[in-house]
Nanobody, 124 residues
Framework: QVQLVESGGGLVQAGGSLRLSCAAS????????MGWFRQAPGKEREFVGL????????YYADSVKGRFAISRDNAENTVYLQMNSLKPEDTAVYYC?????????????????WGQGTQVTVSS
């Protein structure tokens, strides 16, 4: 079955960096758009960014543009989220998701599979 497993979360001071990983199995990884979402306490889950399956186009939410970068290694079935210049408002559980179609975008309903999430806490 399909599994997405995030790792790399933790506690970091404001201004610091973290790199999240999401290892995928049970699917043809290179065919999927991979998205990152996050959910802060008491808030709705929100889109962070995505990377397309073939041309590796990336798109980001305005709140993270210029600070976060998504990359993927199709040989390792892994997608990464590099987070720099972290702010306390970036504190959330971060989820990766896999979407079958090229049109998978910023909506949660565009994605077919989800990981369990990894906690990121940014202290001020």
């Amino acid at each position: 079955q399909v599994q997405l497993v995030e790792s790399g979360g933790g506690l970091v001071q404001a201004g610091g960096s973290l790199r999240l990983s999401c290892a995928a199995s049970g699917l043809t990884f290179s065919s999927y758009t991979m998205g990152w979402f996050r959910q802060a306490p008491g808030k709705e889950r929100e889109f962070v960014g995505l990377i397309r399956w073939s041309v590796r186009n990336t798109y980001y939410a305005d709140s993270v543009k210029g600070r976060f970068a998504i990359s993927r290694d199709n040989a390792e079935n892994t997608v990464y989220l590099q987070m720099n210049s972290l702010k306390p408002e970036d504190t959330a559980v971060y989820y990766c998701a896999a979407g079958r179609t090229y049109k998978s975008g910023s909506s949660q309903t565009d994605y077919d599979y989800w990981g369990q999430g990894t906690q990121v806490t940014v202290s001020s």
